[in-house]
């Protein structure tokens, strides 16, 4: 069974940090290019970062750039988001999407982008 499951969500005060995982199950994510997504309360689903299949090429939203760092380790098919000195506006559910599209920088944080979708963490920063 194909399964991508997102966690590592939580309740955090300002300035605190976080890493959200995105586990693949059932099939290898060496052949994705991957993104994450986050969707605060009454809002759309924003693009937040994305990484090319190798790794080598990430992207981040101009919101998140210099806090947020996205990686994958291939040997356990995983992707990660690491997140620095957390604000009340990033609060949301996070999800990781993947596509076999290769890495766009023009088109790599675009819901459309991606084919499949992980189940969201939920991200609550307040103090």
């Known amino acids: 069974q194909l399964q991508l499951v997102g966690s590592g969500g939580g309740s955090v005060q300002p300035g605190g940090s976080l890493r959200l995982s995105c586990a693949a199950s059932?099939?290898?994510?060496?052949?994705?290019?991957i993104a994450w997504f986050r969707q605060a309360p009454g809002k759309e689903r924003e693009g937040v970062s994305s990484i090319s299949k190798s790794g080598r090429s990430t992207l981040y939203a101009d919101s998140v750039q210099g806090r947020f760092t996205i990686s994958r380790d291939h040997a356990a098919n995983t992707a990660y988001l690491q997140i620095h000195s957390l604000e009340p506006e990033d609060t949301g559910v996070y999800s990781c999407a993947i596509t076999t599209r290769s890495y766009s920088t023009e088109s790599g944080l675009s819901v459309q982008w991606y084919d499949d979708w992980g189940q969201g963490t939920r991200v609550t920063v307040s103090s």
């Open positions: 059932g099939f290898s994510l060496d052949y994705y290019t």
